[in-house]
């Protein structure tokens, strides 16, 4: 997971997530990575549409994605 997330922060690319809460509940985010410390990422989620701190101990998966253009015409 780590190497994804050091990918992504070191290509500039988002990354979607699946993330573990503190109550427990599972949610899916798309984050851009500003920072990664030792055991946390700071990064802007788009759900929230705020800078978050997410540890990485509690990032169950995630995958780089593409980012969004716009097409013409469309």
Do not use: D
């Not at 984050?31 to 030792?38: F, G, H, K, Q, Y």
């Not at 788009?46 to 995630?62: P, T």
């Amino acid at each position: 997971m780590l190497y994804q997330l050091r990918k992504a922060f070191n290509e500039s690319r988002n990354i979607e997530i699946m993330y573990l809460g503190s109550k427990g509940e599972v949610s899916q985010r798309v984050i851009r990575i500003l920072e990664i410390n030792e055991h946390t990422v700071k990064a802007y989620c788009y759900y929230k549409k705020a800078v978050r701190l997410f540890k990485i101990e509690n990032i169950l998966s995630g995958r780089i994605v593409m980012p969004y253009k716009k097409r013409k015409g469309a």
